[in-house]
């Protein structure tokens, strides 16, 4: 069965730092990846998602992450944080085909910004 | 609409009522999602849709759980005899595609339960 590992749950991070948030999978074949984020009270947006190809994904709002096979990772990275990036942030890892269609996702790690 | 529209925001139920949880998704979108997040949690899945075809709904915690999209766009959640372990956002996601997480979704801004 698939899973997903977030071993951070809660990160702090200064305003203008750079930030990296842990993402581990376990996935049969090659995974589909992605990135979410949920502020409070909102439904969860897509940062980036990873299929094939090149390994290195870039996403919205200054994001990225980069898929390692050999680490079954995909860890979230973004050179600069601004303190609207203050959200919960959950990586998930995608099932597919007829009757088998879910994401399952980690349970997420909080970003907290100080000025 | 423009987005995935869920109703109502936020629902309190008595122990033992029974609840019923309305999606809008986008328009024309052919798969179709519930998840439920428990609190401090990642969402988990519950069932999913193509059009008005219940292809999964492995992820239904008990028979007092059932879903239905009798018309292949609006969706119902209802849990009857609700429980405080019901207690939970309930999202819903839409895609326009069959291959829906090959593509990743997009997620309403859930329904709050709390039962009291």
């Known amino acids: 069965a698939q899973s997903v590992t977030q071993p951070d749950i809660h990160i702090t991070v200064s305003e203008g730092a750079s930030l990296e948030l842990r993402c581990n999978y376990s996935?049969?074949?090659?995974?589909?990846l992605f990135w979410y984020v949920q502020s409070p009270g909102q439904g969860l947006q897509l940062l980036l998602k990873y299929f094939s190809g090149d390994t290195l994904v870039q996403g919205i709002k200054g994001f990225e992450a980069e898929f390692k096979r050999s680490q079954s990772s995909f860890n979230l990275r973004k050179p600069s944080v601004h303190w609207s990036d203050a959200a919960e942030y959950f990586c998930a890892v995608g099932s597919f085909g007829v009757g088998n269609e879910k994401l399952t996702f980690g349970t997420g790690t909080r970003l907290t910004i100080i000025p | 609409g423009a987005g995935v529209s869920q109703s109502p925001r936020y629902k309190v139920a008595k122990r033992g009522q029974d609840v019923a949880l309305r999606c809008d998704p986008i328009s024309g979108h052919v798969s179709l999602f519930w998840y439920q997040q428990a609190l401090g949690q990642g969402p988990e899945f519950l069932t999913y849709?193509?059009?008005?075809?219940?292809?999964?709904k492995s992820g239904l915690p008990s028979d007092r759980f059932f879903a239905e999209r009798p018309e292949g766009s609006v969706s119902t959640l209802k849990i009857q005899r609700t429980q405080q372990e019901d207690s939970a956002v309930y999202l819903c996601?839409?895609?326009?595609?069959?291959?829906?997480?090959?593509?990743?979704?997009?997620f309403g801004s859930g329904t709050r339960l709390t039962v009291v």
């Open positions: 996935y049969g074949a090659t995974p589909y």
């Open positions: 996601a839409s895609s326009p595609d069959r291959t829906a997480s090959a593509k990743g979704y997009t």
């Open positions: 849709f193509q059009n008005e075809a219940q292809l999964d």
